[in-house]
């Protein structure tokens, strides 16, 4: 799977965003990043053996393997407050358009379902196998406009975290189940297929608003 087919959103964050832009960026992704991991952790009990020993191991480290301040969601708490941005979840919810909203949506529809468990476990898979080098560049992109390490260890953080938990999500998580679940393989890529198009729309209704030298966000962003 390509990592960005759609526009280069985040080769233009790494090298010519400005402060204020990284910002909206940071305001759209915290949509889901202040409950990163939640909605794909109701997949758990709906899974079995070697899949589920896997989705655990994702979902560890993502809960920040018994440390509070290394979880995911407060990694980027930090990032946020870095940038000067309300941190409290939520705050920014009126501000997104409903391509936002509907990323995050759509984990949760797939994670509240057991029905669709195949679905939520191709949506993080996809999500884990195209993130590294995206998240290389967001922190490029955020140390060229002065972020320290505290705020772009969110970003840091992923780089490596992803690259190793792509092959568990592969191999481990998506292929194990798909051997247990062969009439279930589809909806592993449908949720594949979910999680890469919306992020294709998002990037490029973002992309298309910063081309235009216009805000992507609805009003004013919430200061901290
Ligand atoms: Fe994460």
Known sequence: MAADDGPPLSTFLQREASLEQFREFVVHRSIYHLKEADPHSWAIPRLRGRAKAALVEIQS?????????????????????????????GAHLGRVPAVTLAISNAMSLFGLHRRLRGASIGHLAAFEMTSSLPNRRYAAGLRRLGGDATATRFYDEHVQADAVHEQIAAHDLCGAFARDHPSLSGDVLYGAACALTLERLWAAQVMSRWLRGTTSLLGEVVAA
């Open 61 to 89: 480290d993502e809960y920040g393997g018994g440390r509070p301040e290394r979880m995911h969601s407060e990694l980027f708490r930090a990032t946020m407050r870095g940038l000067g941005l309300d941190d409290s979840y």
